[in-house]
Structures are given as structure tokens and as C-alpha cells.
């Protein structure tokens, strides 16, 4: 079974920084595409970034220059580095875990953590 852990959420000003962690285990982490979505209240879940088990990345274009993902094989642990964050920023974020790309990018990912809130005062 596979279990995604967040961590790294929580209440910073506009223009600050934080760094998303999800730790992963019950899978061969290295052979699966990652990540990071997001959902407001009142708005539809988001995909932020991803990367592929080759390294490649991809961004929302409303993050592009800001936030940067990354993975570790050998600690099984995704990241998401968010640097001058917005309001807008503000929602729950969730990592996510398959080995087809196509469905993280549908939004229909097999592997879902239980998110965690980032919140960006003005």
C-alpha cells in the first residue's frame, strides 16, 4: 500500500518562502511520476508541478519562476520549493503518485497524500 505524507505547510506573509515535503513509502518511488496539486475553497484542484521519473518538470504557468519541485530516489521524498509566495498561492496542497504521467496530468493520479495548508497573508 502506498501512503504519501506531507509536511512543510503553514501561515507565511507575501513574499515569503516555504518548502513542501512529502515523504512516500510502499512503492518503488524512483519508476513513478510525482506531484503537487492545489485546491481553494470555491475554486478547482489545480495541478502546480510535476516531474517525471527522468527528471523533467513541468509548471503551472501562474507558479513558473517561483516554485521549483524536485525529488530525492534514495530518501523516496518529494519537494516543492515556493518562494515569493501570494495570497493567491493560499490552498490545500496534495501530493500525488503514479507511474503513467497522462493521469497525474488528468488529475486522476492512483496515489493521493491528505494535504497540507499553505496560507499567504497580504
Known amino acids: 500500500q502506498v501512503t504519501l505524507v506531507e509536511s512543510g505547510g503553514g501561515l507565511v506573509q507575501a513574499g515569503g518562502s516555504l518548502r513542501l515535503s512529502c515523504a512516500a513509502s510502499?512503492?518503488?518511488?524512483?519508476?513513478?511520476?510525482m506531484g503537487w496539486f492545489r485546491q481553494a475553497p470555491g475554486k478547482q484542484r489545480e495541478l502546480v508541478a510535476g516531474?517525471?521519473?527522468?527528471?523533467?518538470?513541468n509548471y503551472a504557468d501562474s507558479v513558473k519562476g517561483r516554485f521549483t519541485i524536485s525529488r530525492d530516489n534514495a530518501e523516496n521524498t518529494l519537494y516543492l520549493q515556493m518562494n515569493s509566495l501570494k495570497p493567491e498561492d493560499t490552498a490545500v496542497y496534495y501530493c500525488?503518485?503514479?507511474?503513467?504521467?497522462?493521469?497525474?496530468?488528468?488529475?486522476?493520479?492512483?496515489?493521493w497524500g491528505q494535504g497540507t495548508q499553505v496560507t499567504v497573508s497580504s
Open positions: 510502499g512503492s518503488i518511488f524512483s519508476i513513478d511520476a
Open positions: 516531474i517525471k521519473t527522468d527528471g523533467r518538470t
Open positions: 500525488v503518485q503514479d507511474p503513467n504521467w497522462a493521469r497525474i496530468v488528468l488529475g486522476s493520479a492512483r496515489y
